[in-house]
Nanobody, 119 residues
């Protein structure tokens, strides 16, 4: 199973970006899909999560500005980021809990995509 993240870039404060992460390979089904970010000089932070039923949860720091969604037909998770702030700068990783065709669960990570917000 491979996860490919895309959509990062440089944006001014107040701007928007949309991240995408597509999973491919021997996938039977996907449970939770998560976006996690690594802020420079800080720990990794769970940004948002969407479960198989579509329920979502967000970090307090992004609630109301970011929206996570999923397209099960495409095995893809999205993160719409609006009203970006300089403190949102970091590397954004997707993570999925996947049941493979061998009917075993595993956690898989994307390669990370850099988001830079200038003030």
């Amino acid at each position: 199973v491979q996860l490919q993240a895309s959509g990062g870039g440089l944006v001014q404060a107040g701007g928007s970006l949309r991240l995408a992460c597509a999973a491919s390979g021997t996938i039977f089904k996907i449970d939770e899909m998560r976006w996690i970010r690594q802020i420079p000089g800080d720990q990794r932070e769970l940004v948002a999560v969407v479960n198989a039923g579509g329920s979502t949860d967000y970090a307090d720091s992004v609630d109301g500005r970011f929206t996570i969604s999923r397209d099960n037909a495409k095995n893809t998770v999205y993160l719409q980021m609006n009203n970006l702030k300089p403190e949102d700068t970091g590397v954004y990783y997707c993570k999925m809990r996947v049941m493979t065709l061998k009917l075993s669960w595993g956690d898989f990570w994307g390669q990370g995509t850099l988001v830079t917000v200038s003030s």
